[in-house]
């Protein structure tokens, strides 16, 4: 399974940046995914997840209020949209499944992940 999750870039304190998860080959309509991320001198942690039926579970207390996570099972792809970002969101994120359509912060599958840098 190969999962490319896009979307990074450079932006300010405040701003807002939309991540997508897409896995070429592979359905991911049908299994929970979930986002986590890995900043600088950190171990990685989990951010958000969406199961099969389209329920979010916040893994991160620090995002809720700024961000979602959904899925277009047209496009096959799994978005992150992140508002009102902080210094500290910078990180690298990563979208993840485990082929369960339940969400878990133990997953088996990982993409390479993209760059998010919150500066001004």
């Known amino acids: 399974v190969q999962l490319q999750a896009s979307g990074g870039g450079l932006v300010q304190p405040g701003g807002s940046l939309r991540l997508s998860c897409a896995a070429p080959?592979?359905?991911?309509?049908?299994?929970?995914i979930g986002w986590f991320r890995q900043a600088p001198g950190k171990e990685r942690e989990g951010v958000l997840c969406i199961s099969r039926s389209g329920g979010s579970t916040y893994f991160a207390d620090s995002v809720k209020g700024r961000f979602t996570i959904s899925r277009d099972n047209v496009k096959n792809t799994v978005y992150l949209q992140m508002n009102s970002l902080k210094p500290e969101d910078t990180a690298v994120y990563y979208c993840?499944?485990?082929?369960?359509?339940?969400?878990?912060?133990?997953?088996?599958?990982w993409g390479k992940g993209t760059q998010v840098t919150v500066s001004s």
């Open positions: 080959g592979f359905t991911l309509n049908y299994y929970a």
């Open positions: 993840a499944t485990h082929e369960r359509d339940y969400c878990s912060r133990s997953m088996d599958y």
